[in-house]
């Protein structure tokens, strides 16, 4: 089963988000298609099951994709800004945040691209997925 990624691992920002999905709060995420490729990944279909795991590298549940689509940055709407659960009031507010998150490992991006130009602009492909939590370790 693919691990389906929610900020890096270790991190406080994936410590929050699955607190997020466990919640039922956050059924979206978003990624680079760029890196999922560089990662050997699929794009997430319909039905498509991948594990969660926390921060501290535990399983903690599984989701379902209900729908994935791949957009231009530009192209990211209000409706799926706000069903990342992230408190993102639109997809202004949603791109300025992950142009930073994005941003923040960029040197390391374009190292393994081979290409010390790479950037973010309107036309990179955003993968937008939606998801369902369908299990939950403990929970009947």
Do not use: N
């Amino acid at each position: 089963m693919q691990v389906i990624g929610f900020a890096m691992p270790g991190s406080e920002l994936r410590r929050e988000l699955v607190e997020l999905v466990l919640a039922g709060t956050k059924t979206a995420t978003a990624g680079l298609l760029v890196e999922m490729e560089l990662d050997g990944e699929t794009v997430p279909t319909p039905e498509m099951r991948e594990a969660v795991i926390d921060a501290d590298g535990a399983f903690v549940g599984v989701v379902e994709t209900t729908e994935c689509r791949v957009l231009r940055l530009a192209d990211v709407d209000d409706e799926f800004a706000r069903d990342e659960g992230e408190g993102f009031v639109d997809a202004t507010h949603w791109r300025a945040a992950h142009e930073r998150f994005f941003g923040s490992y960029l040197t390391e991006l374009r190292d393994r691209l081979g290409d010390p130009s790479w950037s973010l602009t309107d036309d990179t492909l955003i993968v937008c997925q939606r998801f369902r939590l369908v299990e939950r370790p403990g929970s009947t």
